[in-house]
């Protein structure tokens, strides 16, 4: 067995995509928005196969299983291979009741404020009555 297959937690987290940058994997661990075995996991806990962790990041909660060890980065197509998503389908479902926009800070469109060019149709036909 060689030394290299040790891999931090977060390192993990982050390669596997579930975080966008490692300091943001790292913060969730510290806040204790992960857990191993119903206990918070430290960012430097190394990562075994097997492993079940329960996670919340942005906006939504994930169940893994480890797979494999992950020690880059990759696009998301290769990150799936080395874990499973044990996500109770009740919370997938209420992820889905959020629009996405409400994570981006884009508002959606055609709700809220008028544009520039609508205001002006909506002066010019109340000028018009």
Request: charged residues 40%; positive net charge; proline residues 4%.
């Amino acid at each position: 067995m060689m030394e290299k297959e040790k891999l931090r937690l977060d390192k993990y987290l982050w390669s596997i995509r579930l975080f966008k940058t490692r300091r943001l994997a790292t913060d969730a661990c510290n806040d204790n928005r992960v857990k191993y075995q119903e206990e918070s996991a430290k960012p430097g806990k190394n990562v075994h196969l097997g492993d079940i962790y329960d996670i919340r990041a942005e906006g939504r909660k994930w169940v893994i299983k480890v797979t494999g060890l992950l020690h880059t980065r990759v696009k998301y197509e290769e990150a799936i291979k080395y874990y499973v998503d044990l996500t109770p389908p009740e919370e997938l479902e209420k992820t889905k009741i959020q629009a996405p926009s409400f994570y981006s800070g884009k508002r959606l469109s055609k709700i809220g404020r008028p544009t520039k060019k609508e205001r002006r149709n909506l002066d010019d036909f109340m000028d018009g009555e």
